[in-house]
């Protein structure tokens, strides 16, 4: 089974797409529930919605989608597999006759060492700022991913919120002048139907009073041919992580297979 603590005030959020790719790949081995805690009915309707708007799979997987509450977690179930530290902290508790899998991500106003791993977890990480056991990377179901043809010059425009003369500003000082006609803005709740169809370069703009721990957007921006722009201020975090390893390694670093750790710790009979 696969947990999520759903977050209504972002609900368009990078774990949630983590944890459908991974709930799809796993239904290839072994029968998988993917359970969302504190999602209403009309919102898991929704993010069904944009699955299906996103992603080519087997639409009869949607049934195995489910809500959850505190006496979901009375049943028995041997594994769990939890990608965001919000979610551990919030309900490992009631894992308590299971094994956990916790991938240690961020979480929204938790930092990474906060919520501390019970007996019955494994812990998985990769980066510096993130203590864990075994050092796995979270990846990217590509064989899921839709074939898209760019419609468009657009630019998208995600990071750190600023008032649009800040933006002009923090652009014109980069030589990058926009034409606000041809601008998409990253909305937290809102999703953009076929996303990556409809811009061809990113301007990521990191925030220098916090980091990026658990970035995605930036390797979905590379698997789309997208060209990218980091306007940073330095701080080594996941965005720019990431970026060297794309650079570096490519994209099939970042493809999530049988041999990633925590699949196979699922699979695991044991």
């Not at 979270?138 to 839709?146: A, D, P, S, T, V």
Request: charged share 25%; aromatic share 16%.
């Amino acid at each position: 089974m696969i947990l999520y603590h759903f977050l209504k005030h972002k609900k368009i959020n990078g774990t949630l797409f983590y944890c459908f790719e991974y709930f799809v790949f796993l239904n290839k081995f072994k029968d998988t529930e993917f359970w969302l805690y504190d999602i209403s009915p009309k919102d898991l309707e929704y993010i069904k919605s944009i699955f299906i708007n996103k992603y080519n799979f087997d639409n009869t997987l949607l049934s195995k989608i489910k809500i959850c509450n505190i006496r979901d977690f009375k049943q028995n179930f041997d594994k769990v597999i939890i990608l965001d530290n919000r979610t551990y902290k919030n309900l490992n508790i009631f894992c308590k006759n299971a094994q956990i899998l916790w991938q240690k991500t961020d979480g929204i106003g938790i930092s990474c060492n906060n919520a501390e791993p019970s007996t019955n977890t494994t812990t998985f990480g990769a980066y510096y700022y993130q203590n864990y056991e075994i050092s796995q990377h979270l990846q990217f179901n590509w064989e899921i991913y839709k074939n898209i043809n760019t419609k468009s010059n657009n630019i998208f425009i995600t990071g750190v919120s600023l008032l649009k003369k800040e933006l002009i500003q923090i652009l014109k000082d980069k030589q990058i002048i926009l034409d606000y006609n041809n601008v998409l803005f990253k909305d937290p709740v809102i999703h953009h139907n076929n996303l990556f169809e409809h811009f061809n370069t990113i301007i990521y703009i990191k925030n220098p009073n916090m980091m990026d721990t658990n970035h995605r957007l930036l390797v979905e921006c590379w698997y789309y041919h997208k060209n990218i722009i980091i306007i940073d201020d330095e701080k080594q975090d996941s965005v720019n992580i990431r970026y060297n390893e794309l650079q570096e390694k490519g994209i099939d670093y970042f493809n999530l297979t049988k041999e990633n750790k925590l699949i196979k710790a699922y699979l695991d009979n044991k």
